[in-house]
């Protein structure tokens, strides 16, 4: 029996033709015959040629077992994918049959889904993603088959094995490494794994009772024998134990106490890399969950770390030598833009910002490329060419691979594999191939560089250092070559540094990291206006990251960051503060487009949901550590663009009180699941949440500044006598109590980057003895029974800002009839006027004109004057122009009173001037670290437009 003609070119033809005459000769004349019949016009007979001819493996084992194409034939299994628990019941049942010998079990049933996974590769009926799951899951279920047998075993002759406090069952947890662990496994590849289990103690057998580690040192040979053992059935998988703790030399196993020591205290960074992919097979899944996150740490810093970029070209540098020496330049996976080094680019990212973007920590490398680019960490366009190499350069793996069942990466050198090469890869020839690989290895190539530049182009920056900026060299004379002016002083500034414990207690690495960087940033800051003051003002930064010189290794990676970060730090010692007290937002330095752009709120909202959205819910620690970067890193970026004008005040104000909108939506989204989670919804009419967020003062006039409060109150529309649904039910008043309480919880609990903002509820109705949270109706009574004149004052700068629109709108419409209520002039004049004589009284002592400064906020036409003058005119004239009490910033409220010739309009226009002189004045010196108070003589003539018109509106009511 023949093969039917196909369009294999020669030699692949004959060779197609010469295996399966091998296959028939073996099968003998009946089951030669079965097969010619399954055979018949099945896709399995046009599809035979090419696997026989470009996969020998996959001959051979046909010629040695040709039953098994039978049954693959009418199992159907060739032409379908798999379900993920398939291998798992499949092979239990195997193994559970009586009699069954479970080494010849594992080898047969191994056989049987290699060649069915080479097949479907091969003929392109799986893509690479269902190749690498299938052999994974193949060798999961082996695995877990061989762990059962091997624990059995050893239990019947020594016992269960007991934990020494908890007398709990232990398991082994088998830790699968590398692409075992992504399941992204090769169809020829070894497995690496790590034994771990959780306590130690002993065995429960009173005759021949064993350490747990002895016991789980017996099960691990014993799962090894029966994986990795060369029968004459041939093999499971190769076992690689070499990533465990100590290699070779290691203990086989080890309990979790003895691995969180070992990484903390010994554990090197390339085993960071091998963690990265690390999953539990085996073991109960609360333990395995346990060992999990007693790693993380290790792996994923809590910090930006680029010092993973010196490591990892060690790493490649070594590679490179290892490539030279063996000659395998043609290596598909540690040659030139191979494999490894796409692998090496996803992980790196992975290291760097794995510990505060959790979105990447994953153990896919296409999930994680694909994350470098939602999240911006690598452009779309690299990470899309990434992509493409990379499943072109695995099917290439699995066509080397496959063809004789061989662990090797090196491209075929004889005529016949290249040729069954170029035809499963779709190639006309053996050139095409190469032409299209190649061009796929220079691009990756080429990103590899740009992320992790030669370390001698490293080594040329570094030798045109002058001598003299710091060490034993340290001279005055170098400083002043370079324009310093304060010479001694700076000198004496880098010496206390030099000299100081944390420098003097440094490691190896950490210190030659610093004397790297140091004559850079000396250097850099001597392009400044002011050398010396940016000297003096980024040194408290270097003494904060000397524990975690990862971050002189960013500055030293990225040049132009360290211009960023002198130019900020020489412009405001503000932000040269938050650099110190949060390091990880140098991170911020690296996209100088994005630093010097802040976003508007519905690019705020989305950034933060993409930065948000991949945490649980009921992660309130993730969460809250989220938040507060998303605000340190969107407010550095407001500064900076500041800094260098790009944003005018009324933009600043915006763009903070945008931020604040948009992480107050998310602190309420949280503390609502948080709380719904606990005791159901609060039951209710409306369709909403019924409870809203009001802004008051300067968060509901969008006029926060760089270190702004948050004046709130909260309201909820749902009935006092309703409850919520859940198991844990409370009335409704309690949980939206609770619910306010989570909330500023949140806000204000300090951690490592501090709170997220102070709040305020005293403008609450009846201030701190009030309610935290209060109905609507309660809201109301209030507002029109007993609330003070000063109160609805503070209801004029009141705005809807989070929650249930509709009552957000409900609320509003109150707001607006209580500003519009009709009033009587003459008394409410009186009591501005005196609520503002106690203020100024309370908060400004001695404010006489003659003063060396005015204070900004408080002083004689000053902010607050202003804002009293709004005031007051929309509560005695809203009743005549209701527009007055739609707004609730002061600058609309202006162009208000003008246009309904309530003021003059060229009052207007001076009160509106001086406005924004003031607070752009007052955002500077908050920059500055100032007061806000300005010289006495500064802004006399718009200070006098303002004063004019307070003597104008309340003469009669005050003492002046």
Known sequence: MNLPPTHLPEPLASEAQRAWLTVLETAGKSLAQELAEALAGSSEEVQLPQVLACSPFVADTLRRQPHLLLELIKSGDLQKALPVDHFHAT????????????????????????????????????????????????????????????????AARFGEPRGRHSGGAQQLIVLAMGKLGARELNVS???????????????????????????????????????????????????????????????????FSALEDYYQDQGRDWERYALIKARPVSGDPGRAEELMTLLQPFVYRRYVDYGVIESLRGMKEMINAEVRRRGLQDNIKLGHGGIREVEFIAQCVQLIRGGRDRALQQRELLSVLQECADLGSLPASVCAELCEAYLFLRDTEH?????????????????????????????????????????HRERVAGHFRELIADQAAQDEVGAQRPDGLWG?????????????????????????????????????????RLDQFMPRLVQACAESDYPDLALQRALPLVSAVLRRSAYLVLLLENPPALVDLVGLCGASPWISEQLAAYPVLLDELLDRASLYTAPDKGLLAEELRQQLTRLPLDDLEAHMDGLRYFKAAHVLRVAASELVGRLPLMQVSDKLTWIAEVILEHVLAVAWADLTRRYGQPQRTGSGSGFAVFGYGKMGGIELGYGSDLDLVFIYD?????????????????????LGQRMIHIFETRMAMGSLYEVDMR?????????????????????????????????????????????????????????????????????????????????????????????????RGGIVDIEFMVQYAVLAWSHRAPEL??????????????????????????????????RSAAHQLSLQQHEGAAPAGSHEKLRAAVLAKWRQLFAPYTDE
């Open 718 to 738: 749902a009935a006092s006598a309703g409850a919520t649904d859940g198991d844990r039910s409370v009335d409704n008043a309690v949980f939206y109590t609770r």
């Open 189 to 255: 590849s070894d497995i690496d794994l790590i034994f771990a289990y959780p306590e130690a103690g002993r065995t429960d057998s009173d005759d021949k009772p064993l350490s747990n580690e002895e016991f789980f040192i017996k099960v691990g040979q014993r799962l090894i024998a029966l994986l990795d053992e060369v029968t004459a059935e041939g093999f499971v998988f190769r076992v690689d134990m070499r990533l465990r703790p100590y290699g070779d030399s290691g203990a086989l196993v080890h309990n």
């Open 399 to 439: 066509a080397i691979q496959g063809y004789q069942d061989r662990q090797s990466q090196e491209l075929p050198a004889d005529t016949l594999p290249r040729s069954a090469m170029a035809y499963v890869m779709g190639m006309p020839d053996w050139d095409s191939f190469k032409t299209v690989l190649d061009s």
């Open 763 to 859: 403008l609450r109705p009846s201030g701190e003895s009030g309610l935290l949270a209060g109905t609507v109706q309660a809201f109301r009574t209030y507002q029109f029974h007993s609330a003070w004149t000063w109160e609805h004052q503070a209801l004029v700068r009141a705005r809807f800002v989070a929650g249930d629109p509709q009552v957000g709108a409900e609320v509003d419409a109150l707001r607006r009839e209580i500003l519009c209520e009709p009033r009587d002039q003459e008394a409410l004049a009186r009591e501005v006027v005196t609520m503002r004589d106690k203020m100024r009284k309370h908060l400004v002592s001695n404010d006489l004109p003659e003063r060396a400064e005015f204070h900004l906020k408080q002083g």
């Open 91 to 154: 092979l239990q049942h195997l193994v559970s049959a009586e009699g069954a010998d479970i080494s010849s079990v594992l080898r047969r049933y191994r056989a049987r889904h290699m060649v069915r996974i080479v097949w479907r590769d091969f003929i392109r009926l799986a893509d690479t993603s269902e190749t690498v799951r299938d052999t994974s899951l193949l060798a999961e279920a082996a695995i877990s088959a061989a762990l059962q047998y091997a624990h059995a075993e050893s």
């Open 885 to 918: 009490a739609r707004w609730s910033d002061n600058v609309r409220i202006l162009e208000t009173l003008g246009r309904h010739g309530l003021f003059e309009p060229e009052e207007c226009d001076a009160l509106t001037q001086a406005y924004l002189a003031y």
């Open 472 to 512: 034993d060299s340290l001279d005055a004379r170098a400083l002043q070559s370079l324009g310093y002016q304060r010479l001694e002083e700076t000198r004496q500034r880098l010496q206390d540094l030099q000299e100081s414990p944390r420098v003097a207690t440094l490691q190896i690495q950490g210190r030659e």
